[in-house]
């Protein structure tokens, strides 16, 4: 049974507490309205922001003296209690209020006059907040957790500022002067949106460079040299589930995408790192149940590569182990689409890691094998080499097993595997349902059979999976050694 790509269901934006905005002050008014450190530190901040604040106190305190003398006149102090008059026209409206009732008062003023309003520490009579803030401007990171808690916020801040260098501030400096200039340039979207994405990357590659005429000028070029309407496809390696385990690459491609064509099984939480305009379609191939034909994927991934749009074809694990990535990069390579891989965290090595195990413990295990145990025609593949598998000193990852894993076993054994080699079956690997049950290789499809496992799983097999329970593997190490003395 086959079916089509579909697109995405709608509201993948998770909801959101506030909405994030930013503001344009420059030349309106702000009042601002107390005699507390909070209130002159609000109005100073929507002083740099470029309003005209006026801060309402019967007299200056301490705290509001220091940002006086700092604002350059871009303050003003009047010097009695606000009143509901005061808030005509301006354009946003703070307060430090002493309870609740003063609270209500001023909220009440606001309203009346069509002002959003903020008092300071009581987020229930707020229409907006102030986050804690990143500052490279133009470039500005907001940060809020709508009220919950403002130190969280700050330690969010401060890890922030470590990762974002000063120098960005001169390269934000520097597309707000260039954008015009690009934006007149005889080009498509598409060509402009990829001139930016040139420009992003050398700004994150030299931080502590200032941007020269030079590189406007290579903006300038990249724009005549390229006239390309034909798009790319990228296969990208989401990884077994946890999405901290994508690569830096990965998330480039996902958020410079256009389109997704994605599998069923991959996480949603991969997702979130795609750019919020990107189309998402579900091209997911499940076993033993409607699926889309590998073929149709691939006309579609090329069709839509072929009209201009940036593809990133998303898969669960590596696109490159058992992911038919090869179908897919001929497709492209026949069809003159430009095609580029970035791998990912293939099932087993997730599996592992969060086994903490080493499927190539130098007791154990002298070769690691992943294996597929489904073929075309959805059975036990015939051309399995069932003496390599059978290797008391391998390690073996077998993908796509469940169906078939009773027939593994029984073949293994039939080889010469041990029937008590250690196994490990772990369904949904790295994500938070992720479940992990020892067992053997005799006893492995009961495991199964008994659990009724319906997630993705991955089926370890060998002597270094002993590692995971220390007990067996200090047996394991001691038959080792006596075998060896004989």
């Known amino acids: 049974m086959s079916r089509t790509p579909s697109e995405a269901e709608p509201g993948r934006i998770a909801p959101l507490s506030v909405l994030p905005v930013f503001y344009r002050l420059g030349g309106k008014r702000a009042l601002v309205a107390g005699e507390s450190a909070g209130t002159a530190w609000k109005a100073e901040l929507l002083a740099a922001a470029g309003a005209a604040v006026e801060v309402y106190a019967p007299a200056v305190f301490d705290e509001l003296a220091e940002v006086l003398a700092r604002s350059e006149g871009r303050i003003r102090h009047v010097a009695r209690r606000w009143s509901p008059a005061d808030l005509a026209g301006a354009a946003l409206a703070v307060a430090d209020a002493a309870d609740e009732a003063e609270a209500q008062a001023f909220r009440d003023a606001a309203k009346a006059a069509g002002v959003p309003v903020n008092i300071v520490d009581r987020p229930a009579f707020c229409d907006f907040q102030f986050g804690s803030i990143v500052n490279r401007s133009p470039l500005v990171v907001g940060i809020s957790t709508d009220g919950a808690s403002p130190v969280f916020a700050q330690a969010i801040r401060a890890r922030i500022e470590t990762l974002l260098p000063d120098g960005f501030r001169r390269w934000a400096e520097a597309a707000k002067a260039w954008r015009p200039l690009v934006q007149s340039l005889s080009a498509s979207f598409a060509v402009r949106r990829r001139i930016w994405e040139r420009f992003a990357r050398e700004a994150l590659a030299r931080p502590g460079d200032e941007p020269t005429e030079s590189d406007r000028g290579a903006l300038v070029a990249a724009a005549a040299a390229d006239r390309s309407t034909v798009g790319s496809v990228v296969l990208v390696g989401a990884g077994p589930g946890d999405p901290e385990l994508l ?44 699926s889309c034909k590998q073929d149709d994927i691939n006309a579609l991934m090329v069709s839509l590569a072929a009209g201009g749009k940036r593809v990133v074809r998303l898969k669960g694990g590596d696109p490159l182990v058992f992911g038919r990535a090869g179908e897919e990069i001929a497709a492209c390579r026949a069809a003159g689409i430009p095609v580029e891989v970035v791998p990912g965290v293939t099932a087993a090595l997730g599996a592992a890691a969060r086994l903490a195990v080493s499927l190539t413990h130098r007791d154990h295990s002298r070769r690691l094998q992943f294996v597929t145990a489904h073929s075309r025609q959805g059975r036990l593949p015939d051309d399995l080499d069932w003496k390599a598998l059978a290797d008391p000193a391998a390690t073996t990852a077998v993908y796509m097993g469940k169906a078939v894993l009773g027939e593994l076993a029984q073949k293994l054994v039939a080889a010469g595997l041990d029937p008590a080699t250690p196994a490990i079956i772990v369904e949904y690997a790295t994500r938070a349902e992720e479940r992990i049950f020892h067992a053997s290789v005799g006893t492995m499809a009961g495991v199964l059979a008994e659990e009724a496992l319906e997630g993705p799983c991955i089926m370890l097999i060998g002597a270094a999976l002993a590692e995971a329970r220390p007990a067996e593997a200090a047996a394991i190490v001691e038959e080792a050694l006596a075998r060896a003395q004989a």
């Open 247 to 290: 690569t830096l690459k990965a998330v480039r491609a996902l958020q410079s995408a256009d389109v997704i064509l994605h599998d069923d099984l991959v996480a949603e939480p991969v997702l979130d790192f795609a750019r919020r305009e990107a189309r998402r379609m579900v091209v997911g191939k499940r076993g033993r149940r409607p």
